[in-house]
């Protein structure tokens, strides 16, 4: 049996750590560098560190703000936010990623994601993909502000198409919320691909992973608000999985 992982869910914000609600108000949640340190002691398996700065063509990662927190993290780190070329990506391989995620550039310039593939191997890709159910599944880039023009079925064949390792679903609609994951969005998810499969959006208690996990073949979760305003660990969630 596959086991399941559970990923601290960790956003940036002008190089602060901040926690988003519906993709749309952000509220400063603390320090990176010791958050980074609780959640090793913690025994979490995974970090996914996104830049919601990055929102536009012409932004890039951090490199140097990067690297330098990177140094401290010994748990598997993925890389989100500003990533627009194969160039950026290897730079952030070679700063302490060992993924990179992928979102505007899936949409973007889908060569340039197949170009990363080839270079790092699709196990070190993943696709993000936000969904809003309350728009026939329509998905999002840029922090939710921008449709992609495609629903939740297409984009995942895309991002299979290009050679993604793993795609990452989160709910918009659901993001912060703590009120339950969107099932729907899961099963759909699950039912259009045989990749490795993440969500994310809405998980408050530990209880809402045996929603989650009762009936879809998951991988991983990916979890923020809840880690970060509820006294809930990841020890905690391993009982229910």
């Known amino acids: ?29 603390g320090s990176l560098h010791a958050s980074i340190r609780l959640f ?15 929102v536009d063509a012409l932004s890039k990662p951090d490199i140097d703000f990067i690297k330098t927190n990177a140094a401290d993290c010994f748990m598997p780190l993925s890389i ?5 070329s194969l160039d950026h990506a290897t730079e952030l391989f070679a700063s302490g990623a060992d993924k990179v995620t992928v ?14 593939r080839d270079r790092h191997g699709s196990q070190s890709l993943i696709a993000s993909i936000d ?23 297409r984009h995942i064949k895309l991002a299979e198409e290009v050679g993604c390792g793993e795609i990452l679903v989160t709910s918009i609609c659901d993001d912060g919320s703590m009120m339950g994951p969107n099932v729907d969005i899961a099963l ?16 408050g208690e530990p209880e809402h992973l045996s929603i989650l996990f009762e009936n879809i073949d998951l991988d991983g979760v990916a979890i923020g608000s809840m880690f970060f305003f509820t006294e809930h660990t990841p ?4 009982r229910f999985l």
């Open 80 to 84: 989100s936010g500003g990533i627009r």
């Open 103 to 116: 979102g505007r550039l899936l949409i973007s310039k889908p060569e340039e994601v197949a170009m990363i």
């Open 235 to 238: 020890l905690d969630c391993a």
């Open 1 to 29: 049996m596959i086991r399941i992982r559970i990923i601290a869910n960790f956003q940036i914000r002008n190089q602060l750590l901040v926690k988003s609600k519906g993709f749309q108000t952000y509220r400063t949640v």
């Open 40 to 54: 090793e002691k913690r025994d979490i398996d995974e970090l996914l560190l996104t830049d919601v700065t990055c």
């Open 188 to 203: 759909l998810a699950r039912d259009r691909t045989n990749l490795p499969l993440l969500y994310s959006g809405g998980i």
């Open 131 to 153: 969904v809003r159910h309350d728009d026939n599944m329509r998905t999002y880039i840029d922090n939710g502000s921008c449709r992609t023009g495609l629903r939740l079925e």
